[in-house]
């Protein structure tokens, strides 16, 4: 294994993480939401499999927040005119993040309502 050239890949794909984080607002409000429910989670000492669910969870959102963002990126780079499959696709890898987000609030609803219930 070359190892510079995977440090280089590495620097890449923080360079890449960097700029959504810089320029897509959605993508910033996903990793806040992210942090408050880790930190809820830490508060009320949520069991292992609940923190592997949760981990999970975030980490699905934030990757199709990115791919999401990729996928409008090379639609623009293709066409700056309108064609509808050019918005078909950015619609539905909107879509898939959507769908991501509701069930991680599912998920949230049934990992932390218990402990709110006990309370």
Not at 99 to 119: E, H, Q
Request: with cysteine; aromatic share 8%; hydrophobic share 60%.
């Amino acid at each position: 294994m070359n190892w510079q050239k995977e440090k280089k890949r590495f620097a890449c794909a923080w360079a890449g993480m960097r700029t959504a984080i810089k320029e897509e607002e959605h993508l910033r409000v996903h990793i806040a939401l992210a942090v408050v429910a880790i930190a809820a989670a830490a508060v009320v000492r949520i069991s292992k499999w609940e923190w592997l669910i949760l981990l999970l969870t975030v980490g699905s959102v934030i990757t199709l927040e990115l791919i999401n963002t990729a996928i409008e990126r090379v639609v623009n780079l293709v066409t700056t005119d309108f064609h509808p499959l050019a918005k078909a696709a950015k619609d539905i890898a909107a879509a898939a993040v959507l769908f991501a987000a509701i069930v991680a609030v599912a998920i949230g609803i049934i990992i932390f309502l218990p402990y709110m219930i006990d309370k």
